[in-house]
């Protein structure tokens, strides 16, 4: 086992305990913090099959990931300020609107 | 010694996951991503990312934490009591799945081979730079695009209704 593909599973660990939390956590905030981690993960997997294969493009890919998740955390966090002005909303089993 | 900082930082990493996972606070939940981020900035440097380590240091420590922890003050306290810790249940059944599919990803991991290219990068912030601004430029052009997109959503959420 060489060191990259040890990374490699500490990826995947960060990618599945992101799943988790997305699954199991009550608060909408801590919600997107567990998306965030999904995200950190994939970026860890990137840069380390790039050390594998001995290339840049997946640090490149890496950094249009870092793009998509600023814009995610400023229109989620958005969404989630207007739930809660409009509706008083603050935990993932309130918005049921839609199962009603 | 490349085991030694590898061990450091993953059981940083892997104790600041348990933290966002299951601290009852979203403060604390929060500050445990915090010091993640960090782990996962050395563990670029490790793997000799340089630029990326930093632009995680700047775009995640800085930008989006500060981001959320202003979100956090604007909505009252205790209404978010009444939100915090986990639900159990969910946690019972989703944990072994997971489990199973962790699992499986380590046996293709371990167990694979990949492929080996084999040029050696001598300097990474350059390389990456002239990749991003020649091969890469339209994607970098359309990643501005989606951050004003992202921008102009954000106002119009946020806005209040007249």
């Known amino acids: 086992m060489t060191i990259e593909k040890a990374y490699m599973l500490i990826s995947i660990f960060l990618f599945l305990s992101g799943l988790l939390g997305v699954i199991i956590r009550k608060n909408l905030i801590t919600l997107l913090i567990s998306t965030e981690l999904m995200l950190n993960g994939v970026n860890l997997a990137l840069v380390s099959v790039d050390r594998i294969v001995g290339g840049i493009e997946g640090q490149v890919f890496a950094l249009f990931i870092l793009a998509v998740a600023a814009s995610e955390v400023a229109v989620g966090l958005g969404l989630i300020v207007a739930l809660f002005r409009l509706r008083g909303y603050e935990g993932s089993s309130e918005i049921t609107h839609l199962r009603d | ?162």
């Not at chain 2, 996951?17 to 490790?46: R, Y």
């Not at chain 2, 081979?113 to 601004?133: I, Q, R, T």
């Open chain 2, 1 to 162: 010694m490349e085991w030694l900082i590898f061990g450091f930082l993953s059981t940083w990493a892997v104790l600041s996951v348990l933290g966002v996972l299951f601290l009852k606070n979203p403060i604390h939940a929060l500050l445990s991503f915090v010091s993640l981020i960090l782990a996962v900035a050395g563990m670029f440097l490790h793997l000799r990312a340089e630029l990326l380590a930093g632009l995680q240091l700047i775009i995640y420590a800085v930008a989006i934490v500060v981001f959320y922890v202003l979100v956090i003050t604007t909505i009252p306290w205790e209404k978010v009591k009444r939100f915090e810790g986990f639900y159990k249940r969910e946690f019972l059944a989703g944990f072994p799945i997971l489990l199973v599919s962790f699992a499986l990803f380590a046996y293709a991991i371990l167990k694979g081979s990949f492929a080996k290219v084999g040029l050696e990068v001598k300097d990474n912030v350059k390389e990456v730079s002239k990749s991003l601004f020649t091969t890469y430029l339209f994607p970098l052009e359309v990643a501005s695009v989606i951050l004003l997109t992202a921008m102009i959503g954000a106002i119009l959420l946020g806005r209040k209704e007249e």
